[in-house]
Nanobody
Framework: QLQAFGGGLVQVGGSLRLSCAASERTVSSYYMGWFRQAPGKEREFVSVIRWSGGNTYYADNVKGRFTISGDNSKKNTVYLQMSSLKPEDTAVYYC?????????????????????WGQGTLVTVSS
């Protein structure tokens, strides 16, 4: 089980930090990160970290504004620091983890590659 925290209402240009923690019963993952879903849209990839090596991956529309980090020693907590927020960042943000040991980039960006999902936390950016 994954639990996401930190959503809320923020003004354009503001910052917010999301957190996601995996319970002890969650199978250890190799990838952990964030997707988001805006009203009326499909869930989309935001950012993921691969624990082995610490590689990070970002969607083009958040690169340079969002930073993912995590506790690499425990591999059960991941954070998403979001800055310079825009109205189009408004969405429910979901934490997800994958147990596959190695994925190509297209898989990393796919919702189908992730085994465990959190309940989501709403981020609203007001203009």
């Amino acid at each position: 089980q994954l639990q996401a925290f930190g959503g809320g209402l923020v003004q354009v240009g503001g910052s917010l930090r999301l957190s996601c923690a995996a319970s002890e019963r969650t199978v250890s993952s190799y990838y952990m990160g964030w997707f988001r879903q805006a009203p009326g849209k499909e869930r989309e990839f935001v950012s993921v970290i691969r624990w082995s090596g610490g590689n990070t991956y970002y969607a083009d529309n958040v690169k340079g504004r969002f930073t993912i980090s995590g506790d690499n020693s425990k591999k059960n907590t991941v954070y998403l620091q979001m800055s310079s927020l825009k109205p189009e960042d408004t969405a429910v943000y979901y934490c997800a983890s994958a147990i596959r040991t190695r994925m190509v980039l297209s898989a990393i960006r796919s919702v189908n590659a992730y085994d465990t999902w959190g309940q989501g936390t709403l981020v609203t950016v007001s203009s």
